[in-house]
């Protein structure tokens, strides 16, 4: 693979190839060998494993992953890098690239085509791209396909809501949503000058280790995030004012703080997912009563 051990030996090889990083695709490309092969070492890779890579960008970390999985199927948007990729990674017999939108590709056909005797759960990993950073991970998340752990590259920020603990100002409803289905650590910060170009803001890689199960069993998912969503859309507002606020709650009616043993003036940021799955459970019980 051609060498990019260097944000000057990045730009040579981008311009050898007539390209230039996209600002709309929020491309930033990671030449830091060391960071490279930290991410690649936080999934334990073994040869019988399967990879999904989102954004492979110039193939760098990429090239880590083919060395230590079975095979690596790598999705990249920016169909102009693909001369450039297949060149760089032209040594590998294991990787597949694949030119589409990681926000819509069916992650699960391409498991079926490229690798169709795999029966175990795949590992997830990339650089994401900062705007599309929380939809993309809940897609893959919700995803009908099994995954054992997704290991990614985030905007600083983004990592710290994702792994927040309650009580915190990172505390939100992305970090209940994450951590209804996964179990998020934070491993490790990058700064900006490990990228071409550096971002304006800090990067870190978070491990989501994908739950069997979710992390709290509830009655109905939908009623359980929309009263997370609506707890922390009024998050200044006490728990009772924001669900009235949200119309889940008609107060002239039963009591559901008292009988899901969570005092009303709280707020949402206070409650883990254990008294979220509570309160929606009894809000969801009032209102089957009250129908």
Not at 47 to 73: C, F, M, S
Not at 185 to 200: D, G, R, S, T
Not at 242 to 250: C, F, H, Q, Y
Request: hydrophobic content about 40%.
């Amino acid at each position: 693979m051609s060498a990019a051990t260097s944000p000057t030996a990045l730009r040579a090889l981008l311009k050898n190839y007539g390209l230039t990083p996209k600002k709309g695709l929020g491309q930033h490309f990671l030449w830091e060998s060391r960071v490279v092969e930290r991410i690649a070492g936080a999934a334990d890779l073994s040869k019988k494993d399967v990879v999904l890579e989102i954004g492979p960008g110039l193939g760098i970390l990429t090239a880590a992953l083919a060395r230590q999985a079975g095979l690596v199927i790598a999705v990249e948007i920016d169909r102009n890098l693909f001369p450039l990729l297949k060149e760089n990674l032209k040594d590998y017999d294991n990787i597949r690239l694949v030119q589409g939108d990681a926000r819509t590709v069916d992650f699960g056909a391409l498991l079926q085509e490229y690798a169709p005797g795999f029966t175990g759960s795949c590992k997830v990993l990339g650089n994401l791209p900062y705007y599309i950073t929380s939809p993309l991970i809940m897609r893959l998340l919700d995803g009908g396909f099994r995954k054992e752990l997704l290991v990614f590259m985030v905007q600083k920020e983004v990592a710290e809501r994702i792994a927040a603990s309650p009580g915190g100002k990172e505390y939100g409803s992305l970090s209940v949503a994450v951590q209804y289905s996964a179990d998020p650590q934070l491993l490790f910060q990058v700064p900006p000058h490990a990228f071409y170009p550096p971002p304006e803001v800090s990067s870190a890689v978070i491990r989501l280790n994908c739950r069997k199960r979710p992390a709290v069993d509830v009655k109905d998912e939908a009623t359980f995030f929309k009263v997370v969503r609506a707890s922390f859309r009024y998050r200044r507002k006490t728990l009772k004012n924001a669900l009235r606020e949200a119309g889940l709650w008609d107060p002239t009616k039963e009591n559901i703080f008292e009988e899901a043993g969570i005092l009303p003036g709280r707020r949402g940021e206070t409650l883990d997912l254990v008294e979220f799955a509570r309160l929606a459970d009894v809000l969801l019980q009032t209102q089957e009563r009250t129908e």
